[in-house]
């Protein structure tokens, strides 16, 4: 059996805890390899390596760090084929998929490359006098990433290519679930020309991850994952002075107007819905048409084009499926788990994905899409996060009503309108308390160049992650007040507060 181990000091490293996780293949079912649960020493080991090696990074000029990570993005590339497959083997989402997701985090590293520029910095010449005013964006040390299974190369790569851009070194701590992209990736920045012990990657649990949010030698940590989780990384590691970013889980809504185009809608809805299986935070769980007829029309055509959905395993020959397995049989029975509190609940049951037949489904980890109708605000698969390829309709009555069905909500990741009112498009945008919105858009996830995060307590921490917000996030503001007098000896002492 394979081991999947740590990557320390530009090197792989085995691990001596003695613990290990199995990981699975998803499609089939069995176990395809295990990884290191790291210890807590193994964990400092890692950090002492990264702490050490940001002497040397921090002074490398942004123009050649910018160059490192061109040569990264242009090695991602050749070897895109390989990572999605490695993804799609230990998550389980469609081939096609696995390489979207290594695009998106790709266009992380294309920003990350114009880092001379993001870190310039502000100036202003003649303060007072004589005097010029500016600042320096400097990296803070060493930085912590902790990534979900969902995006095994996506989130680390809305962190790690920001962070040392900025002149940080990093320790990464994947998802145990799927942990051998982020390792692959690893090795990919040292061919890179990347620094020993600027990049590590230590596996692991609860124990790492502890190490990571005390140690204090580690300035700054950013997680993607599960709310109660998230609370707790945002909670802990703040205690200890560190700054945090700690994204957590969502239930995202889609409105659908009466004015809708229809179709559209309903095309946007079932990869928002049913795509990656719904395991994505910006995945639709909730359709909320407005009114009872356009609930009716979207109601068949979403029954109508359920019956042609086509899930199976991620890589197959021939034409691919649209949706593969969930990504362990905890997480599968979770969400059958789901499907039977909806019908407890008394919402309808319309299509039972618990009884599609899959074809080469074997002992994979699948469910088909299931649709739920008449699912309201109190109902547990309303209020809870499922994760998997369930889709409610909640219908409401108005546009006002809606709006307070959101905004009650106790997540605010993203939401989407569908309309073809421009004046209903905007009062949404203007009123929803959600941080990612789309018009006709089902899953607004902000370009690299833009910032990514969500409201209320689907983020702790101000800052959110890539974008501009990523290089605050990953640099301190010093700001340099100087004068040089034509003779220093002018200076003199001055008690009252000067007004230049
Ligand atoms: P998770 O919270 O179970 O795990 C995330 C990370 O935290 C993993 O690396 C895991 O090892 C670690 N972890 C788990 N339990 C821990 C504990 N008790 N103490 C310390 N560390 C712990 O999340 P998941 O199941 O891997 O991912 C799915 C979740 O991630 C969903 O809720 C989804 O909405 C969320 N997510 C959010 C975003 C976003 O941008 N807001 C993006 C992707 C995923």
Redesign the pocket.
């Known amino acids: 059996m394979t081991t999947v181990e740590n990557f320390i000091n530009g090197q792989v490293a085995a691990s001596n805890s003695g613990r290990t996780a199995p990981v699975y293949n998803p499609a089939s079912g069995e176990v395809s390899r295990q990884v290191v649960l790291s210890s807590a020493d193994e964990t400092r080991e890692a950090i002492r390596i990264a702490d050490e090696a940001f002497a040397g990074w921090s002074r490398v000029t942004p123009l050649r760090r910018a160059r490192i990570l061109f040569k990264f993005k242009a090695l991602v590339e050749e070897h895109a084929d390989e990572l999605a497959r490695l993804i799609s083997s230990e998550h389980g989402k469609v081939f096609s998929d696995a390489k979207g997701e290594l695009t998106r985090g790709l266009e992380v590293v294309e920003f990350a490359c114009g880092i001379p520029h993001l870190q310039k910095g502000e100036h202003s010449l003649n303060v007072g006098t004589g005097v010029d005013s500016f600042s320096l964006m400097q990296p803070l040390g060493v930085c912590a990433g ?6 095994p190369a996506m ?1 680390p790569m809305w962190m790690f290519p920001v962070a040392l851009a900025c002149g940080n070194t990093f320790v990464m ?5 799927d942990p051998s992209t982020p390792l692959r990736l690893a090795e990919l920045l040292k061919e890179a020309g990347l620094p020993d012990g600027v990049f590590n990657v230590v596996n692991g ?2 124990e790492s ?2 190490v990571l949010l005390t140690d204090e030698r580690v300035q700054a940590v950013s ?5 109660p ?2 609370q ?2 945002y909670a802990t590691a703040s205690a200890h002075g560190k700054r945090v970013q700690a ?4 239930k995202n809504h889609m409105v659908v107007m009466p004015d809708a185009d229809m179709d559209q809608a309903v095309d946007a809805l079932m990869g928002a819905a049913y795509g990656s299986a719904g ?4 995945a639709i769980s909730v359709a909320v048409p407005v009114g009872e007829e356009t609930a009716e029309r979207l109601r068949a055509k979403l029954v109508e084009r359920l019956s042609t959905l086509r899930v199976g395993p991620g890589i197959v020959d021939g034409q691919e499926n649209d949706m593969g397995p969930l990504v362990t049989r905890e997480h599968l029975e979770k969400v059958v788990g789901y499907i039977q509190t909806g019908i407890d609940e008394g919402a309808e049951l319309v299509v039972d994905g618990r009884e599609s037949v899959i074809e080469g489904a074997g002992d994979g980890f699948f469910v088909g899409g299931t649709l739920f109708d008449h699912v309201k605000p109190g109902m547990r698969i309303h209020s809870e ?1 499922i ?1 998997g390829p369930v889709l409610a309709i909640s219908r409401v009555d108005t546009l006002e009503a809606a709006v307070a069905m959101v905004n009650a909500h106790e997540y605010g ?1 993203g939401t989407a309108i569908f309309t073809r009112d421009g004046n209903a498009a905007r009062q949404y945008c203007e009123r929803i308390q959600v941080g990612m919105v789309g018009v006709n858009v089902p899953i607004p996830v902000p370009m690299a160049f833009h910032s ?3 409201w209320k307590r ?2 702790f921490g101000p800052l959110h992650m890539h974008g501009p917000d990523g290089v605050r996030f990953y640099t301190r503001m010093k700001t340099i007040t100087q004068r040089w007098p034509s003779d220093v000896r002018d200076g003199g002492n001055q008690f009252t507060m000067p007004t230049h």
């Open positions: 902790i990534s979900p299974f969902n995006f989130v701590k994947p998802s145990e679930k649990d609860k991850v502890d997680f993607v994952g599960s709310t989780i998230a707790y990384i994204l957590g889980g969502a395991e994505r935070c910006m996060e994760f990741n990514f995060g969500g689907s983020l």
